[in-house]
């Protein structure tokens, strides 16, 4: 059964490469859907949906994502599956 969830990441999180970074490492996992986008100042937010395990893998790697960027702060909530959404894509 796949699982959604919603995370909010801050700090030095723009200008690192960070939503292109999980774009890259989003096509490790086949199941997932969803974005990633800047949703203000070293802010970027995502939804990312799935199988549980591919889920789990990609927030985990969020949690410190690429070399340059740093993570302030973290928050993760599930949501509702977003069938809108067929691949895991970067949205402006």
Do not use: H
Request: hydrophobic share 40%; glycine share 6%; net charge neutral.
């Amino acid at each position: 059964m796949k699982v959604a969830y919603f995370v909010k990441i801050s700090g030095r999180v723009t200008g690192v490469c960070f939503r292109y970074s999980a774009l890259e490492k989003s096509k490790a996992f086949p199941s997932l859907t969803g974005y990633i986008r800047n949703s203000g100042y070293r802010e970027v937010e995502a939804l990312v949906q799935g199988e549980p395990e591919e889920v789990d893998q990609m927030v985990s790697w969020m949690r410190m994502g690429p070399s340059m960027a740093r993570v302030d702060n973290f928050t993760i909530s599930e949501c509702p599956l977003n069938e809108d959404f067929d691949i895991f894509r970067v949205k402006s």
